[in-house]
Every structure is written in structure tokens, then in C-alpha cells.
């Protein structure tokens, strides 16, 4: 991995903020991006002399991270449909599903939103999910701003404060996040579960 780390520090000393700008947004909005190493990457670096203030890093990052989210919830919205229907395709889901999604995000997309901006893969698709799913666009807006500025004030400091051990640091932090992230999934696969025995006894009883 040392070669990948090798061409990040080489792109965020080449281009400063507009790497860490144009990564981030990239990742937010839905591109396998790897916004949290350029995070953490940029915040290392204030430590030596390339032009990088660990104060600009955050803010820069905010802006990035809130603009990408959104413009993904944006494409999410308007091409929903077209979203969907791959999904239903790719994941052999069909109308049942999909309307237990909408209700699921209703009731915990708040904290699905703001929990995803911390685990690697879920905060790339989080906002295109969130417009294809119609989530109210102010309730996205309020927890993807806590999300996102908790999540690289939260990155950008560690990465500050532990530069002397910034590839054990990197290293572990992207272990736990496939951790958290598949533990995540686990408890999302429970709950869909449960929503959709609901979903198929509450049409029984209709039925009835």
C-alpha cells in the first residue's frame, strides 16, 4: 500500500485543498473515492512544510463532504427510478421491497445518514439513496451537515495528533470500519426483515 499513499501525498502537495476538495466531493456524491486517507493524509501533512493548515483542512473538507452528499441526494432524486430499477435488478428486489425501503428511511434515516459519513462504502451511497428513497431533502440536509462535520473535524484531528503513527493509525481505523460496516449491515438485514413480516401480516389481515 505504500505505492497508493505515495501518490495521495503526491496529488495533496501537487494540488492542496483542491485534491482534498475534489476527492471528498468526488466520494460524497457517489464515486469509490478514497476521501477518508486524503482526509487524514492532508491533516498529516500540516505537520511538515507544504502549505497545508490543519484549519483549512477542515473547513475545505465540511464544504466538500455537505456539497458532494447533496449533490448525490440531487441525482438520487431525479433518477431515482433508474436507480431503483438496478437495484431491483442487481439485488432481485421487487415493489414490496423498495416500499419497506421508503418507510425504513422515513423512520431512521436521520441516523442512518449521519452514521454512514463513518464507515467506508456506506458514505458513498448514502445520498443517492437518500433522493431515490424520497427522504424529506431538510431532514437529509440537517443530519448530513452533523454527519459530515463531526466525521472530518472528528478524522482531521486524529490524523493531526497521531502523525508519528499515521500508517498504524490508517491501518487500524480502515479495519474497524469494515467491522462497523458489516455489523451495520447485519442489524440493517435484521430490521428489513422485521419490517417486511410486518409489511406481509399487516396485508394478510387487509386481505382478510
Known sequence: MHWFYHVV???????????LLLGLFGESMG???????????????????TGLHIQWVILVGVVAAIMGDNLG?????????TFIGWAKKLLRLDDQDIGIARKLIQTHGGRTIFFSRF???????????????????????????LGAATWV???????????????SLLGYIEKASWAIAGGLLLTGYLIWR???Q?????????AA
Open 9 to 19: 501525498r503526491h496529488f495533496l502537495i501537487s494540488w492542496g485543498y483542491w485534491a
Open 31 to 49: 464515486l469509490p473515492l478514497p476521501g477518508e486517507t486524503l482526509l487524514m493524509f492532508a491533516s498529516f501533512l500540516t505537520h511538515k512544510q
Open 73 to 81: 441526494y440531487l441525482l438520487g432524486h431525479h433518477f431515482g427510478k
Open 119 to 145: 464507515i467506508f462504502g456506506l458514505r458513498t451511497i448514502a445520498g443517492p439513496m437518500a433522493g431515490s428513497l424520497e427522504m424529506p431533502w431538510r431532514r437529509f440536509f440537517r443530519f448530513n451537515l
Open 153 to 167: 473535524v472528528g478524522m482531521s484531528f486524529v490524523g493531526y495528533a497521531f502523525a508519528n503513527e499515521f500508517d
Open 194 to 196: 422485521r419490517a417486511k
Open 198 to 206: 410486518r409489511y406481509s401480516t399487516q396485508n394478510h389481515r387487509k
